[in-house]
């Protein structure tokens, strides 16, 4: 009696579709990263926000802390844009039964709690980056003093603070909540989204503050909920059966946010550069190039919701995802590039009229040429989003301008020893240790107020009080 031969079973040769598709989402997401990378340093080189070359006696921080900070920057925003994208997904555009989130909100809340973490981590760093930026030196050699004042008397260190707890919350309580509860977390993460724009950047220095910050904080959400709405869309609507629900419901708030952005965009460049003429004349400028290059893309992503709403739109209303997942995919992608140019835009110096300082706040040091001595290299220490009032090295102090009565002046001493700030009239002694940073409050009369160090009667200089 013969015996069937043994079964032989051949190597399988496809992989399965899960995994399949899986790879294909990771090379396709890392090329994604690979072109906005490219994106923000073209923007960086042409807006002058790059790397600059140290003027003498200043300490450098390195390439890595100059090239990563605008890195972090944009890795802090689009993971912002993911976390808002997701909770608008899952608490206005998907279908709900009394609130009760379904199978598919769940799922959408659970990635909400992913890219919440990651925007905490790009929050943490670049904090840590500007922080070195600021003092010229690597993150690794930063004293827990330093990370103590940068937290508690700079507009900038207290943005990282806050917005990293109440992301945290986002981050913790997304993977765990109801329909209400996510409406509640999207509150939450666009406080933290608008927290940098009222404590830092171009704006909060604008001479007219309070519409400045009002109108970029318009901005930024608006920015953010149309491009994080779609974009959850693209990535949860695969096999969603919802998008002709869904879509339809996105396509109202997209052209509410696209208004928005483009009337808050116009505005936040006028207040913040001084008006129509400097605008105009800001055109000829890296930083007024940027402009365009971000206006250019505004104009083509409404072309292209135009589009959705006459051609894709009927399509998806007709079972017909797939020319709507393709469309919406470039415009993403255009999306994304838009927002590389607005962080190199946020990185650039405006031109010379609108960089130059407001009145006085009450509660930040400004940059103004040193009375006496305009020609000082040294003089502001000025990036962009801090500013040092007073700079001390192995020579002498350099003031950098007026600051205003009872303000809180930002001291960093460069030098290897360490330096009193101590005035003649006695309203103020601060002491400051080699390469620390430190804050102490200006006089509340207004004048001038001489002030030497007690290691050395060569170190003396004055304070103007405004």
Known sequence: MSSAAPA?????TDRSPVTTGRARHAVAALLTAAGLGGVLFWALAVGDGGPAADPAGLP????????GLPVATLAGRVAAVGTIGTLVLAAVLLPARDGAPTAEVQRVLRATSAWATAWVAATELGALLTLSRLLGTDPTALSWASLRVFVEDTGTGRAALLGTALIGVVAVGAARCTVAGARILLAVALTALVLPVVLSGHSSAAANHLAAV???GVHVVAATVWIGGLLALLV??????????????????????????????????????GGSGAV?????????????????GLVLLGLCGWQHRRRTLPRLRAGEASGFRRFAAGEVLLMLATLAVAVALAASPPTAEAASPPAPSATAPVATAPPGDAADPMAGHDHGELTVGVLVDDERFHVAGPVAAGSRVTVFNSADTTVTLTA????????????????????DQPGEHPFTSAHSTAFADVLVVE
Do not use: M, N
Request: contains cysteine; glycine residues 10%.
């Open 8 to 12: 032989v079973l051949a190597p399988p």
């Open 280 to 296: 105009l004349a800001a055109l000829g400028t890296g930083y007024g190039a940027l402009l365009l290059a971000k206006t250019a």
């Open 424 to 443: 003649d009239d006695a309203s103020f002694d601060v002491v400051v240790p080699a390469g620390a940073l430190t804050t102490f409050v200006a006089p």
């Open 214 to 216: 009002s109108t970029l």
């Open 60 to 67: 450098a921080s390195g390439r890595f802390v100059e090239w």
């Open 236 to 273: 949860h609507g695969r096999r969603g059966v919802w998008l002709p629900v869904a879509v339809p419901r996105y396509s109202r708030v997209a052209l509410a946010c696209f208004v928005a952005t483009g009337l808050s965009g116009v505005l936040a460049a006028w207040l913040v550069l």
